[in-house]
Every structure is written in C-alpha cells, then in structure tokens.
C-alpha cells in the first residue's frame, strides 16, 4: 500500500504548524478557497469549493501509514475528499490524495460574530511566502473568495492555536494586501 498525501491550501501550506513528511508544492484544478463560517467553528476559515474552471497552489504531504486521526481532528469541520485526479504534483508514482473541504450545505458567510482571525491568514500567507514567494502571496490573495467577511486583528493576542511569530516584512506583506482589498479590519 502506498502512502496517502494530504492538499493543503491554508493553514496547512505552512510547515511550521504540523509534521507531515515530504512537503512538496503542488496545484489543485477544479477548485478554489473560500473564506466561510460553520456551526462547528466559532471563526471564519478557509474551505475549498468546487470551481471547474479554477486552480489552486498549496502544498501536499504524506500521512504515513495512512494514520489519518490526527489530521482529521486538526480539520474537524472539514470532509476529507479524494482529489488525486485534481492535483499536479511532482511525485514520482501515482499518490492517493485528499483535500479537506467544509460541505457547501453547512457553509456560511463570516460576520462580525464569526469573523477571519488575522493570527490565522498571518499563518497561511506566511507559508505561502516561504514555498510559493511574492508572487504566490499574491496569487493566493486573488484566488480566494470571501473577502467581505471581517478580520478581526487578534495579532497582540492570537487566537488562531497554531499562530507563528511573524517579522515585519511578513505583517507589512499581508497588510498590504488586504489594503489592496479594502477589507475590514476590527480591533
């Protein structure tokens, strides 16, 4: 049996949350990220969503053994869904592999009750910045949807659990971005 892979697209794509083995890039077709709330989560996070004409970059790793526990309880408000035919990746041999995405049914819009915490996209686009560089920081800025949900800036407080310290150029990068946006920023 061969190891089963992993698509991350958010939190996942930084390496520095987890300790998945063989982190390589890779891109999803048929897909997009959202930005979307549940019943499950106090916050809003991101989903995938299908979107044929779309494509994604994040990044795959293996889960040895095809012990999916832990993954599946870190992505508890998530359905694991196979997408081995959607992903380009550079592996030598075919791979199963799954992305996690909430189900269209249960998603809803964030809102100022249920709003994007900073400390969590700081993570995303920080793993974005250090396997895809600028451009894929930018691209990942314009490949998601949802961007009129609040941010709440909990940075001097993080509530996202597996926050990273950010330097100054990575804070400067995602504020300028989401001035770009106008996005609405809460204190």
């Known amino acids: 049996m061969s190891t089963p892979y992993f698509f991350g697209y958010g939190s996942l794509v930084n390496t520095a949350t987890h300790d998945y083995l063989d982190p390589q890039p890779a891109r999803l077709r048929g897909w997009q990220r959202s930005w979307c709330h549940t019943g499950l989560r106090d916050v809003a996070f991101l989903t995938a969503v299908p979107a044929p004409e779309q494509e994604i970059d994040g990044l795959i790793a293996a889960v040895p053994g095809a012990d999916w526990q832990a993954l599946d309880a870190r992505e ?25 995405a909430v189900r269209s049914s249960h998603q809803d819009q964030g809102s100022l009750r249920h709003p994007i915490l900073l400390s969590y996209l700081d993570v995303v686009v920080q ?3 250090e396997v895809f560089g600028e451009t894929g920081v930018a691209d990942f800025f314009a490949t998601t949807q949802g961007w009129e949900s ?5 940075r001097a407080k993080p509530r996202y659990p ?13 504020d300028h971005h989401l001035a770009l946006l106008e996005a609405r920023i809460l204190d």
């Not at 359905?79 to 592999?97: F, K, Y």
């Not at 597996?162 to 995602?174: C, G, I, K, N, Y």
Request: aromatic content about 8%; hydrophobic content about 40%.
């Open 127 to 129: 793993g974005y910045l």
């Open 162 to 174: 597996r926050h990273q310290r950010m330097s100054a150029t990575e804070t400067e990068l995602v």
């Open 76 to 100: 508890f408000a998530y359905d694991r869904v196979p997408a081995s035919a959607a992903v380009q990746h550079g592996l030598d041999q075919t791979a199963e592999i799954s992305v996690y």
């Open 150 to 154: 609040p941010i709440l800036n909990d």
